[in-house]
């Protein structure tokens, strides 16, 4: 009795997934539980394992097809392994088949023209017979028309000159043979749908300040060999960045809120998203309540979702309901830019490329590694002063990380 291959649920809001490569094809053995096929959903893509040891037998949704969740996409027959085959002869040579005759071409004035390239020669009020077909079969190809009226546009003119207006238009379809066209995955359409959304729907402002890292920079320098040897992963600079913004969270909770309707939700806990490149995009796990967690703990979560999110094995409630954001382009070399707000979270924070800079210390000019920081907020509950005030705390506990652990 064939065995089913169903769409699992991923997420309580998803009931469509888009499918993705089948990692066998039908005849392929698979293991019980390895991957066989990948979907997609607007949150997370995920691997579906095989429910049994046996045979893929049929596929029944090619990738890029949709699926609802629980609908059957392909279908395996039960199976040991087989054993393996022993080698077999080479196969007799066959004879190369014999080209068929090429076509004759059209006679003169004759010549077939395709839809595209009837299109471009009405558009220049061109006559077929003035360009010469390259088609098989001597068919005249929109490219054969483009070719011809930039050719006629180049030549040099000793008659009156073509003013603007009368200059031919070479028409451009959707895409050429020169452009690649890839349908927007469900994870990238909903990135696009939020960051859409919160432009429309929230009054963004974002508000900058700097930080001389040289602190943070020196403990990690000393306490790096420690760490790493107790922990098996190195100190990196997020996890202070998450202790701080946690300690201003505290302070300032309008920034761990959000807007429902006419009310402000604030949130009591601190659930802080973390932007990590992923295999198919940007993506933001969430480190759940991130106030409870010491530096370590912090590190390997990061750590372990950067590593599962390049192979797409974050799972979708690892990508909701984080109430802060906090987005590390200096990783990629940004220097200084505005992040977007990740709705219904009411801010973001921005991070950005470590740079030596001069700057004033005790009336002398010194060089010091310097960080820009952005944080982008939502005005309609947020205010200049809280802003401001949230990012100077957050420069105040990086600049002097005791005030991190002290809580002054």
Known sequence: MPIEIVVPGVGESITEVELGDWLKNEGDWVEKDSPVVVIESEKATVEVPAPASGTVSKILKAKGAKAAVGETIGLMEEASRPAAEPATAAPASVPSPVPAPAADPPPPGDVRVMPAAARVLAQNQLPAADVTPSGP???????????HVAERAAAPRFATPVTPAAAPVVAREAATADDEVVPMSPLRRKIAERLVQSQQTAALLTTFNEIDMSAVMALRKHYQDGFTQRYG?????????????VDALHRVPEVNAEVRGTDIVYHRYYDIGVAVGGGRGLVVPVIRHADRLSFSEIELAIEDYGKRAQGGKLKPEELAGGTFT?????????????PI??????????????????VAVAGQVVIRPMMYVALTYDHRIIDGREAVTFLKRIKESVEDPTRILLEV
Do not use: C, W
Not at 233 to 245: P, T
Not at 326 to 338: A, K, W
Not at 343 to 348: G, L, R
């Open 233 to 245: 992963i190195k100190l990196g600079f997020m996890s202070f960045f998450v202790k701080a913004a």
């Open 341 to 358: 707000v990740n709705p219904p979270q009411v801010a973001i924070l921005g991070l950005h490329k470590i740079e030596d800079r001069p």
């Open 137 to 147: 079969g001597g068919r005249l190809l929109k490219e054969d028309v483009e070719r």
């Open 326 to 338: 906090i987005s590390n382009g200096g990783v990629y070399g940004s220097l200084l830019s505005t």
